[in-house]
């Protein structure tokens, strides 16, 4: 009976893990897209210890991003800053306003050397030396003849009293109405064709030259320069410019024998 039953019974041995049997394939937890080449987020590892590789690897795949952004707002930042240091274009209110303001002192220029601010043929006319006293006092003389009506006479006004404040005392100035019936003589004297006529006369009262008309202010500089300097000759002794004619002269009475205006 002890045999039977030993025969009929089965047995299981157990299994122990030795040294020389390999050890079983670790088990990863780990999911990846099947898709590599279409995915637009990182890898999502799922990893037993932390700061794993996997973990680095979306950290580092992230900045580049945030480092686009940083470099865009610094693009825009400087961008801004250069901009706003950049001038402004001008616009055409400005510009009128700058044809405007350029316009007026361009006349303000004109006005102020053409008029002298107020130097009119009447101040020069009462400043002016008698013509009698003038020819007795051995002094060289300039003679003007003008009129009142005459308007190169009104635009030369402000360089005559330059000139002659700057002689004054060297060189006697004096004004000779046309007007003035009492110049009759003087006109036919000097040959008065035109208005204004400059007559240059010496110490002893002969005429060395003339200039008539509107020209450049060196040229009565030069002439009554070399009247006090006392030279037998002026350098413009014939020199005529755009000037009014004497036949339109309004002869008048004489009021006042001693006028000599």
């Known amino acids: 009976m002890a045999h039977v039953a030993s025969n009929s019974i089965h047995t299981f041995r157990p299994h122990f893990h030795t040294a020389e049997s390999p050890p079983p394939p670790p088990i990863r937890a780990f999911f990846r897209c099947r898709d590599e080449s279409r995915r637009r987020f990182p890898v999502v590892a799922c990893q037993t210890k932390p700061n794993s590789p996997a973990e680095s690897s979306t950290v580092e795949e992230k900045e580049p991003a945030s480092l686009g952004t940083d470099s865009a707002a610094g693009e825009t930042t400087s961008s801004s800053s250069d901009s706003a240091g950049l ?4 616009t055409r209110n400005l510009n009128r306003r700058i044809a405007v303001g350029s316009g007026l002192f361009g006349v303000g220029l004109f006005v102020s050397g053409r008029l002298d601010f107020g130097v009119s043929l009447k101040d020069l006319s009462a400043a002016a030396l008698p013509y009698e006293v003038a020819l007795s006092n051995g002094k060289p003389t300039v003679v003007e003849f003008y009129a009142d009506w005459c308007e190169v006479c009104r635009e ?22 046309v007007d003035n019936t009492k110049w009759e003589q003087e006109l036919d004297e000097f040959g008065v064709e035109g208005i204004p006529h400059f007559a240059f006369l010496d110490r002893d009262g002969n005429e060395e030259g003339n200039v008539v008309g509107r020209l450049p202010r060196r040229y009565l500089m030069d002439n009554v320069e070399a009247l006090a300097k006392g030279e037998a000759t002026v350098p413009h002794a014939r020199v005529v410019g755009q000037f009014s004619k004497a036949e339109s002269r309004k002869p008048r009475p004489v009021t006042d024998p001693r006028s000599h205006g």
Do not use: H, R, T
């Not at 001038?87 to 001008?90: A, I, K, L, S």
């Open 87 to 90: 001038p402004e274009f001008p």
């Open 156 to 177: 030369l006004a402000p360089d005559v009293y330059k000139v002659e404040q700057q002689y004054k005392g060297q060189v006697n100035f004096v004004m000779l109405n």
